[in-house]
């Protein structure tokens, strides 16, 4: 929730808050104040955040790293489901091992890849419909020092095997078209705010669950997808209730960055 404030609100004002708006902003988000100062913590110390000391006060300053971390979100949350380059049939294989010691660098492997499209279909196996995530499968694989070891393969399906049947056991389609029909029903059917406040929360809360989803959709291309597919809707929705609810949101978070100020 801190990186949603971070990337929807702090970031486009220029990258810098006190923690007072932070802390009256999480708490108008049901989070209470000891859980938001722990939040600014880990987040500085992934290097996202740098703080500054005025006196009493801290001010945040989102560091250059956290801005093209957040920037990366941006470009992929707002994109998502929008846009699709043409496919050529062809699928991406990447076979990369992590130590069964190094449990949390499987972790983040296992994260970044499902953040950049991809499944696993065996152990150390990764499977993408989109060949051109090759280089950023490359530039994740570097970032934890797994590339020596790992291969890539771009190719077709060859003549035997059921490749539809394997998409479905490589993403759960039909718990994901629940989740997309749940986030329409909660944010396009059920949230009507009326307040500048209430449109902060709801706008929040819309950005921080459509975040969630290039994690769990790979993007497939449109010809592999089922009849029922209703996360262009889920798009659609995500973008008409973020234009309607910005202005407003915008107001209430401006009101209190003047007020620590």
Known sequence: MLLTLL????????GTVWTATLIEAMAALDV???????ALSRTSKSGTLEKERHGRRTR???????NLFLEQGYDRIYHFGIRQEPWDNTWLIVIASVPEADRHLRYRMRTRLAWAGFA???????????SSHEAEALETLE??????????????????GNVEERIH????????????????????????????????????????????????DPGLPHVLLPRTWNGSDAAKAFHASHQLWSPAAGRWWNSLVKMAE
């Open 60 to 66: 945040w300053s989102i560091t250059p790293a956290g």
């Open 7 to 14: 990337g929807e609100f702090v970031r486009p004002l220029g």
């Open 120 to 130: 696993p279909i065996g152990p150390g196996i990764w499977l993408s419909p989109w």
């Open 32 to 38: 209470e104040t000891k859980t938001t100062r722990q």
């Open 169 to 216: 056991e490589a993403w759960d389609l039909s718990r994901l078209e629940a989740r997309y029909a749940d986030f329409i029903t909660n944010f396009a059917t059920n949230a009507k705010p009326s307040s500048d406040l209430e449109a902060f929360v709801w706008l929040t809360r819309l950005v921080h669950s459509w975040r969630q989803f290039p994690i769990y």
């Open 143 to 160: 970032g934890l020092g797994l590339a020596e070891s790992a291969i890539s393969f771009v190719g077709r399906p060859g003549a035997f």
